[in-house]
Each structure stands twice: as C-alpha cells, then as structure tokens.
C-alpha cells in the first residue's frame, strides 16, 4: 500500500479547481479536435468562451461538447458559405454531450437533405469541399462518403433526350 505525499494530494486538489475533468475526457477531447488539425489551445479558448457566454465555471463545462460544438459551427459556417446550406436550419445536426462519449445526432431526415445538397452541388462546390479538410472530416463523422453522394451525373441533355424519344414513341 502507498501512502501518498501531502504534498502530492495539495498538488491533486488544486488542478482539479483548474481542470476538473478526467484524464479520458481531457484525452476524447483533445483526441478529436486533433482530428481536425485543432490545437489543444484553440479548445481552451472554446472552453473558456463557453464558460463566459453560459456564466458557468470549467468544473461545469463538458469539454468533449465543447470540442464537437466547436467543429459543428466550423462546419456549418463552411457548409453555408459553400452550399448555401445550413446544417442546423436547413437539417437539424447537434452536438449530444455525453463527456467522452460525445456524438453529432440529427433528426429523421437531416441525413438525407444533407446528402441531397451535397448531391446537387456544382463541380466548383465540390472542389470547394473536398479542399477543405475540416468539411472533409466533418462528413467522415457523420458516415457520409462524399464521393458516393457526388457520383458522376448524366448531363442534363440526355435527359432531354430520353424525354424527346418518350415523346415520339406515344
């Protein structure tokens, strides 16, 4: 059995006033703003406009909802600008806080308008996108394969076309 330091158990008591978390909430949040090319700095600054605008402490902010919130209003802004799109508005994505086990929910149907703009983008939206990491990694997160959604399209004459030919055959 060890017997710790005094000491040790002074140090303990003032980092949790400073940093309350634990270790695998610290770690989750670091781990997916990192997945974004996000430095543990910028997260701190999220933490810390978080705390101010909700008038809470840090022992009361859940860091992995402050990094997933973080990322969700990057994206949104980028996905707007792009698309003209807005995932919250046009779709409903969230961020559910659950500490390290934060996740982006949507309600039915968000998915699908998601995919249908992202289907109906123009070659320089697309270009656009797929330049973007943070836009990249944020559809990695919600399962969605962008080149499976911007599949090569037939031109819109050949659907002219099919409908010229339905039209003689009648």
Same mark, same amino acid.
């Given at each position: ?96 806080? @659950? ?12 998915? @699908? +308008? ?22 990249? +990694?944020?559809?990695? @997160? ?23 030919? +339905?039209?003689?055959?009648?």
């Amino acid at each position: 059995m060890s017997i710790e330091h005094p000491l040790d158990s002074d140090i303990k008591q003032f980092q949790v006033q400073f940093c309350p978390y634990g270790y695998t909430d610290v770690k989750a949040a670091v781990a997916f703003f990192r997945k974004f090319d996000k430095r543990p700095g910028e997260l701190f600054e999220h933490l810390e406009n978080f705390c101010e605008m909700y008038g809470i402490g840090f022992d009361k902010a859940d860091p992995c909802y402050v990094a997933y919130e973080a990322i969700l209003q990057e994206a949104r802004t980028a996905l707007d600008k792009v698309l003209d799109f807005d995932i919250q508005n046009d779709a409903e994505f969230y961020t559910h806080g @659950e500490y390290c086990a934060t996740f982006y929910e949507s309600s039915p149907g968000s998915m @699908e +308008r998601l995919k249908e703009a992202l289907f109906f983008a123009d070659e320089d939206q697309i270009k656009m996108i797929k330049e973007m990491v943070l836009l990249q +990694r944020f559809l990695q @997160e919600l399962d969605i394969n962008l080149d499976k959604v911007i599949q090569p399209r037939p031109d819109e004459s050949e659907y002219v076309l099919q409908d010229d030919l +339905r039209q003689h055959h009648d």
